[in-house]
């Protein structure tokens, strides 16, 4: 059985950025680190994108929480593969596809600047995947504000190698990703066979801005001082769910009838009642791109024999996180499964191989 890691993330550095077209050289990420004895603790650094500091969970690296890690650094931002497949060895994950950290949340206003960034990601990405003799794939970034040049970026990537789908958070600058604006996106993505891979983040940095514009900032003890308090609970999860219920309540995948989506860590309980609301309209449809065209990642401890009694169990996959040290972070996924002791051994093939096969049509 071939284990497949459906969402793994990299953690972006200096070097990712060496692509970055020339007359974008002087606004080019720059790293700056704080000392540890401030409001931030050991998240003491942050990006400079667009004349702006830019706060992430564990990058840029020179912060202290990127050294407490049981990863290398050079592991984490993809500059050392070679140990990274030992990882994945020890692991016992035979494929894995990596997601971004940064574009976790909104990296710069300036749309021009946000698809250079891209153009230089996804280069950088493509160079060091191909360096994995197939084992490590990663999804790529695509300015969605700008749909003729995500279209574009699309063919770049697939031309690139190494590109398993496309990136998308449930809001992509306050805009829900079944807006039509964003249709030729889809269709480009299906065009070139990649998934759109919906991931938690915050893809609605200017709503969420004006939400908390004026509201005293309270230092809590809770290790994530990069996320605002009142924005816990709301800039992550809660956007994966809504980009589920928009897309399967759409026209999209009528529309592209090759198109396939997927949704990335937040956990799969919260499919029964979104299904089950969904199905009210078309049961027959909604079952039949459950079994083919869209897919969940689920948590080790999910109540998978629950969610697999009601919506079956070709739709789910699942990932480690690696190498994240948050609560999503699971290692030893096929250990992981059958520790539990209340799945079946084909329901294990298919979440931990045949399904993830499939969202990314990865042959064997």
């Keep these: ?24 050289y002087l606004l080019r990420p720059i790293p700056v680190t704080f000392p540890e004895d401030t409001c931030f603790g050991w998240h003491n650094a942050a990006w400079v994108i667009d004349y702006k500091l830019r706060f992430f969970a564990a990058n840029p690296t020179t912060m202290a929480r990127a050294s407490k890690k049981d990863v290398s650094i050079p ?36 749309v021009e600047l946000e698809a250079a960034l891209a153009r230089s990601y996804n280069q950088f990405m493509a160079t060091q995947c191909a360096r994995s003799n197939g084992r490590i794939w990663y999804v790529a970034i695509v300015p969605w504000r700008r749909p003729e040049m995500a279209v574009k970026e699309i063919r770049r990537v697939k031309t690139l190698g190494s590109a398993a789908g496309i990136y998308a958070r449930g809001i992509e600058w306050d805009r829900p990703l079944t807006h039509p604006e964003h249709w030729p996106i889809f269709e480009e993505a299906a065009n070139q066979d990649l998934p759109v891979t919906v991931h938690v983040g915050n893809g609605s940095s200017p709503m969420i801005r004006e939400m908390f514009q004026g509201v005293p900032r309270p230092t809590y003890e809770d290790g994530r001082p990069h996320v605002h308090p009142l924005g816990k609970g709301i800039v992550s999860g809660p956007y994966v769910l809504y980009a589920f219920q928009q897309i399967l309540g759409s026209t999209l995948l009528d529309d592209f009838p090759k198109l396939r989506v997927a949704f990335l860590e937040a956990g799969s309980e919260w499919t029964v009642q979104i299904i089950k609301g969904l199905r009210g309209r078309n049961r027959a449809k909604i079952d039949r791109w459950l079994t083919e065209r869209v897919f969940v990642s689920c948590a080790m401890d999910d109540d998978l024999p629950y969610i697999i009694g009601k919506n079956g169990d070709d739709f789910l996959v699942t990932a480690t996180d690696f190498p994240h040290g948050d609560a999503f972070r699971q290692d030893q996924l096929a250990n992981g499964l059958k520790a539990r002791g209340d799945l079946s051994d084909a329901a294990m093939e298919k979440i931990l191989s045949a399904n993830p096969q499939r969202l990314f049509n990865f042959h064997v």
């Design 1 to 24: 059985m071939r284990v497949i890691d459906c969402d793994a993330h990299v953690e972006e550095c200096v070097e990712t950025w060496q692509y970055l077209d020339p007359e974008f």
């Design 75 to 110: 592991v984490q931002e993809m500059r050392d593969v070679e140990t990274r497949l030992r990882h994945m060895d020890e692991l016992a994950i035979d494929t894995q596809v990596v997601f971004p950290s940064i574009w976790l949340g909104c990296l710069a206003e300036n």
